[in-house]
């Protein structure tokens, strides 16, 4: 959706509008303060070309003002420069405003200073206190200062604004007095500048809204839970009306129902976890299935706003008082790493795109080409869908439609997976849609749906010259321009069956099987939109350029298929395959090929323990070793991958703490260019020094799978390795 500055945006009771049109935003969580400012414009490329128009951030409190009187905004804190970035790259911006924001941060982002001071004084914070209420004033003001002329109705990236997070269900008040304080907090910030197109609050687990437009969450398991054993089957993953993630925050209170009208409001999350921020006690592990599964429940639910909290990991910044992570220490649920906030999300902690990435951008790309269908569904339950995710035996399935010019359109869709549990195989299953009479309005081809699957296919969709009427593929997204397609995907193994009203002409259909649907992007290049699959990770540029980043071993090419072809090879490649231009039914093979030269070995690494020889005891002590790296003059990026049992691990640099993490059964990704590349040159030769500590048989620690013990005990490190990443230019 384009939105011109004298765009109008506002909402009715389904959907976000944008001059009185549908518009499906897909909204995606980074947090400045947390990622180099050096970094900011190539990692919200990344966002964006994995479907993010809308960018959320939540402004931190203690980031700005550790110290009372001493505002930072400067470097990594600078707001201002953030919002010119986003501005700069077209796209638009949820402004998350607190004063609380609990994001993981030390006493939920509220400065030291400012719990003593209300401890000292006797008032309650996230209250009507006068002595808080002037406080939040000195601080939207500032945050007002900082964001002025970045409004839309200035021109600028900011078009929504989030008052407060989780209040009344995490801390803070319910009932009257906690909606009369949500009141206040927004006429405050209207008051100090802080003037949006639309306002929000956070809606789930009996937080209060203060008449705001309620955004929802779900994430596909809870870190915060305080059990360490496996945790019953998550509801996110049943199609449901249903909009509550009684988890969410379940560490702070159990949660409880909603406490607004759903008819009166569209259904928007804010908080889908595009990953899982694991704490000391809880190391759950998100995958692209987790993600890709629950995220189309919820759009299949009735869902018209797909916002991922986070979209991209980041790092703590440096505390000039104390570190900046959640604790116990600080009266918290959970201890947190010092440094890392990788969250396991689309985009990690140092730019790494993964699997849940691209789980996402299937539906990010759906989502935006077909808006102003898709919006105007509504949600009807399906016969024999369960209510209970413990139930694993039934058929999940759901509908989405609306009536155009006398026919039903819609979508139908079925999920099979249940995280972390099997799910009952369904032989040849009949895949019927029906509306809410129980009349049937689709019969899809039968197939077998087994335990893993999660689908949705279209009936009566408008492809602009003709109908489909049904099919058995998943739509992915349209290209415009003097060649016109449609794009689906199918699981390997089903042979798809497209049935129109009538012959199309013009527009080509294209299918592709699902792994190569992952690794697709639509571009567009002189007004004409194609097609790219790539094995690497295809990212548009904002002058539009096209970046591939690779991740390649020694010997291997960089390769890329597009369709329709372009005018000629790109420098670095050669054309190896031409494009078939003359068939209106095609897949991957009609699509032209090229391949660039082989990649050569980049860079060293050797390894040293540098603790005593033999094993260690029960009760365990650090082990240390020393990382020695050299040779990555001509790489864009390399990452350190150590693969590694133990507890938790600390990486110092001269002594000082740069990288942290929990252990959780993955290899750990360092990413080294922020430390050792200034000006595109790398440092020659880099010494890391690694610290681990024990993971004791038995600790009180859930992981979903453990270590090999040594007698008892696992610390150590079993191997070191450069991942390289290189980046060409199409």
């Not at 993010?52 to 470097?75: P, Q, R």
């Not at 976890?273 to 919820?298: C, E, F, N, W």
């Not at 972390?420 to 195989?425: D, I, V, W």
């Not at 699981?491 to 792994?515: C, F, H, M, S, W």
Request: with cysteine.
């Amino acid at each position: 959706m384009k939105i011109e500055r004298n765009s109008h945006i506002t909402y009715n009771k389904q959907y976000l509008m944008v001059d009185e049109k549908p518009w499906f935003p897909v909204m995606g969580e980074i947090h400045y303060s947390r990622v180099p400012h050096e970094d900011w414009k190539e990692e919200l490329l990344k966002m964006k070309a994995g479907g993010v128009d809308l960018v959320s951030c939540y402004c931190i409190w203690i980031h700005h003002e550790e110290i009372k009187g001493e505002w930072d905004f400067t470097g990594d804190r600078d707001l201002h420069a953030f919002l010119q970035t986003v501005a700069d790259l077209g796209m638009k911006l949820v402004l998350r405003v607190g004063p609380w924001i609990h994001g993981e941060v030390r006493n939920g982002g509220f400065p030291d200073w400012l719990m003593e001071k209300a401890k000292t004084g006797n008032f309650d914070l996230r209250s009507d206190a006068p002595e808080y209420m002037e406080e939040v004033r000195r601080y939207y003001t500032k945050l007002a200062e900082e964001s002025k002329g970045f409004y839309h109705k200035d021109g600028g990236p900011i078009v929504g604004v989030q008052i407060e997070n989780e209040y009344g269900h995490c801390g803070g008040f319910g009932g009257e007095v906690g909606e009369t304080h949500m009141k206040n907090l927004l006429a405050l910030a209207k008051e100090v500048g802080i003037c949006a197109e639309f306002y929000t609050a956070t809606g789930w687990g009996g937080a209060v809204t203060g008449g705001m437009i309620p955004v929802m969450g779900g994430y596909c398991e809870a870190p915060w839970d305080q059990r360490t054993t496996e945790i019953e089957p998550s509801g996110n993953y049943v199609f449901t009306k249903e909009r509550n993630d009684h988890n969410i925050g379940s560490d702070h209170g159990l949660g409880v129902g909603i406490t607004f009208d759903m008819d009166k409001f569209p259904y928007l999350t804010a908080e889908l976890g595009g990953g899982l921020q694991v704490t000391g006690h809880r190391r759950p592990i998100a995958t692209g299935t987790d993600i890709g599964a629950m995220s189309m429940v919820k759009l299949g639910s009735g869902c018209n706003l797909l916002g991922y909290y986070m979209y991209h990991g980041g790092t703590n910044p440096e505390g000039k008082l104390t570190t900046l992570q959640e604790s116990k220490e600080t009266g918290y649920p959970n201890d947190l790493p010092v440094k890392s906030y990788d969250f396991n999300a689309p985009v990690r902690e140092y730019g790494q795109m993964n699997d849940n990435y691209r789980e996402i951008k299937l539906l990010a790309m759906f989502v935006h080409d077909y808006e102003d269908q898709i919006c105007r569904m509504s949600y009807v339950p399906q016969p024999g869908n369960p209510e209970k995710p413990e139930d694993l035996t039934s058929f999940r399935s759901a509908v989405r439609y609306t009536m155009v010019d006398g026919k039903a359109s819609g979508f139908y869709f079925v999920n099979n997976y249940q995280r972390r549990y099997e799910m009952a195989s369904h032989t040849m299953a009949d895949l019927v849609a029906y509306d809410e009479k129980g009349q049937e309005l689709a019969h899809f081809d039968s197939r077998d749906v087994v335990d893993g699957d999660f689908f949705f296919y279209p009936f009566h969709l408008d492809l602009g010259e003709g109908y489909l009427e049904s099919c058995n593929a998943t739509p992915l997204c349209k290209l415009n321009g003097p060649k016109k397609a449609a794009v689906f995907y199918i699981k390997d193994g089903i042979k798809p069956n497209y049935v129109l009203d009538r012959e199309l002409q013009e527009t080509a259909i294209i299918t592709l099987k699902k792994e190569l649907a992952l690794q697709a992007q639509k571009v567009t290049i002189a007004g004409q939109d194609h097609i790219i699959i790539a094995n690497g990770d295809v990212v548009p540029d904002e002058k539009g350029g096209i970046r591939i980043y690779y991740h390649l071993n020694p010997g291997e090419k960089p390769q890329f298929k597009i369709w329709p072809d372009l005018p000629q090879a790109p420098t670095g490649f050669v054309k190896v395959k031409e494009a078939q231009m003359d068939k209106l039914r095609i897949d991957h093979v009609a699509f032209a090929a090229y391949e660039g030269e082989a990649v050569v070995t980049e860079g060293e690494i050797t390894l040293r323990n540098l603790s005593a020889k033999g094993g260690l005891e029960a009760n365990g002590t650090k082990r240390k070793y020393e990382v020695q790296i050299s040779g990555l003059q001509n790489a864009d990026e390399a990452y350190l991958v150590l693969d590694w049992a133990a507890d938790s691990g600390r990486i110092y640099l001269d002594g000082k703490l740069i990288a942290d993490q929990f252990y959780t059964g993955q290899p750990w990704e360092i990413g080294l260019s922020r430390f050792f590349k200034a000006n595109g040159t790398w440092q020659q030769d880099i010494t890391l020094t690694v610290e681990l500590d024990p993971l004791l048989e038995g600790a009180p620690i859930y992981l979903q799978d453990w270590p090999k013990m040594e007698n008892g005990v696992a610390c150590r490190i079993n191997a070191a390795r450069l991942m390289i990443e290189s980046v060409e230019k199409i």
